[in-house]
């Protein structure tokens, strides 16, 4: 397979450079009037021919499009899969989401560097072909009977088909970052990319409740598993040659030797921060379901906690660390903590949207979808309103509006009565909520792409993948918590719901105050480096005059 992708790689550098033009007028008119935004033939590759650009970034965009609809494959037919599997307790079917998630936001850390080593596009089609292999598993779980785990074996299912979006999304935001310069075209590439997670996630609704009400719920697994195939036989015709990275070079200076390759991965800070993670997130997911007074959940979150503490000195004291620590700016921790926030009230909004609807509205997971259906319009809009927004406003301002939608979005469906109708409260919540998620997607990831070299272009992706996914994850778990607490063991259920969405509002609410402290730090440093200016002119204006005198 690396053979055969570094030989297509080949044929289509060739190809691209025997063929530079672009073979529209509408994208000559682009290329003419923002020179700037159009990749350079010396550092970003000859510009690609309009419908190969088209095939590039429909392909890279469609990684984000299907780990969305993975999500929304399980949480809107839950109910049906649960009872296949004889699970009606809604902190275990959580785990059918959470599963998925903790998976995508783990694995994502160490993907990034895995492409920055391996190359980008290599990287790229694995995760297509590892989503399509545990996709065809997952639905095939069906068969296994309940009284032998089935619900168990599924759970463990999503967690390796999350494994595949980890190596997606990253690397996808790596080919974009690498074939493109900072501009106005970069800009509206990365806001479609983000744009793509409300679409992907009604797809996958869509598509799964279609199944699971006129058919049978595997066979939203297994037709997943095709496009995946499909997409990644694209992939190896449609990716452009990209330069190689500064690591991917210097592990072939140091030769292919398992411990320099080791070094290059960074190994020991790998292992250290996935099985961190994994910990602190199974515990935190774990612990509504079988009691917070349980010892095993409390000994995991310690030595999760502790073994991120050990993550983070073996980054400061290794020579390629898989997270730059010293690298990021103070801008990076803003953004990174809005997205935390803002994600994980996210993940809690439509988990609990989806059991509202169908537990106490009695709604059709097909109708439901249909409901939901307006988030892809709406997300849209919002990235491509972001495209143009972020260089007016800045993506201070950005990120304070997309957390302001998160929280509005908690707020109305927290106090929603039950019999009103679906076209007040809770279709106005549908049609915000993507603008907060197609706002803060797109301000950070050209925040962190513009911020770190471009040899760690997939070290910023996997930062800000690993952060959305892992928020939702986390997000979960915390709200689960708060809905066993005043749900009375499962008879009133709407005051659980009521309290998860209480928990999305503290969280969002965290974010719009990060936001606000950013807006203000990046205001008082601007207007700092306005007087450093001025003085420095009037200073060289004094010069200036004193030499003229003499």
């Known amino acids: 397979m690396a053979e055969l992708i570094a030989e297509t790689d080949k044929s289509l550098e060739l190809q691209s450079r025997q063929h530079p033009s672009v073979t529209s007028s509408a994208a000559c008119s682009v290329l003419e009037n923002h020179p700037d935004d159009v990749p350079s033939p010396e550092t970003h590759g000859a510009p690609l021919p309009l419908l190969r650009e088209i095939a590039f970034v429909a392909t890279v965009c469609s990684a984000q499009l299907l780990t969305q609809a993975g999500l929304g494959q399980v949480i809107a037919p839950l109910h049906i899969i649960g009872s296949s599997f004889n699970v009606t307790s809604p902190s275990q079917l959580s785990w059918y989401a959470a599963a998925y998630s903790l998976t995508v936001g783990t694995f994502i850390l160490p993907s990034g560097r895995l492409g920055d080593v391996y190359g980008h596009k290599k990287i790229f089609i694995i995760g297509y072909l590892w989503y399509g292999l545990w996709s065809l598993i997952a639905g095939f779980s069906v068969y296994v009977k309940s009284d032998y785990g089935g619900d168990v074996f599924f759970s463990i299912c999503r967690g390796f088909q999350g494994m595949g979006p980890a190596l997606l999304l990253p690397n996808a935001l790596g080919l974009l970052g690498r074939a493109y310069p900072d ?190 259906a307006p988030t892809a319009i709406s997300g849209l809009t919002a990235s491509i309103a972001c495209g143009f927004l972020l260089a007016h406003l800045g993506p201070p301002v950005i990120m304070l509006c997309s957390m302001t939608a998160f929280c509005l979005g908690n707020i109305l469906l927290s106090c929603v009565p039950v019999s009103q109708t679906f076209w007040a409260q809770t279709f106005v919540s549908i049609v915000i909520m993507p603008w907060g998620m197609d706002m803060s997607f797109p301000s950070a990831t050209i925040v962190l792409s513009n911020s770190m070299p471009r040899e760690h272009q997939g070290v910023a992706a996997s930062l800000i993948n690993t952060v959305v996914n892992y928020s939702i994850s986390i997000g979960l778990g915390i709200a689960g918590l708060a809905e066993v607490s005043v749900n009375d063991g499962g008879k009133d259920l709407l005051k659980g719901y009521r309290a998860a969405w209480y928990v999305g509002i503290a969280l969002a609410g965290s974010g719009i105050l990060l936001a606000f402290i950013f807006i203000g730090v990046t205001t008082m440093e601007k207007k700092r480096l306005g007087r450093t200016s001025a003085v420095r002119k009037d200073s060289v204006e004094g010069d200036g005059v004193s030499k003229s005198m003499v």
């Open 183 to 372: 501009g106005r075209r970069k800009h509206m590439v990365f806001s479609l990319f983000g744009g793509c997670a409300p679409g992907g996630f009604v797809l996958g609704a869509v598509f799964s409740s279609l199944f699971a009400q006129e058919a049978w719920w595997p066979w939203a697994y297994w037709t997943m598993s095709i496009f995946c195939m499909l997409l990644a036989g694209v992939a190896l015709f449609a990716i452009p040659a990209i330069d190689e990275s500064e690591f991917r070079r210097s592990v072939s200076r140091g030769g292919l030797g398992l411990k320099a390759r080791f070094q290059q991965l960074d190994g020991f800070g790998m292992l250290a921060g996935v099985c961190g993670l994994v910990l602190i997130n199974f515990a935190w997911n774990q612990g509504p379901i079988v009691g917070w007074g349980t010892p095993y959940v409390y000994a995991i979150v310690i030595a999760g906690v502790l073994i991120i503490g050990a993550f983070f000195y073996i980054e400061e004291h290794v020579p390629n660390p898989l997270v730059p620590v010293r690298e990021l700016s103070r801008d990076t921790f803003f953004v990174l903590g809005c997205i935390a926030c803002g994600w994980s009230c996210f993940g809690i909004w439509v988990f609990y949207l989806w059991q509202f609807l169908e537990e106490i509205r009695d709604v059709t997971p097909l109708l439901g979808s249909a409901m939901l």
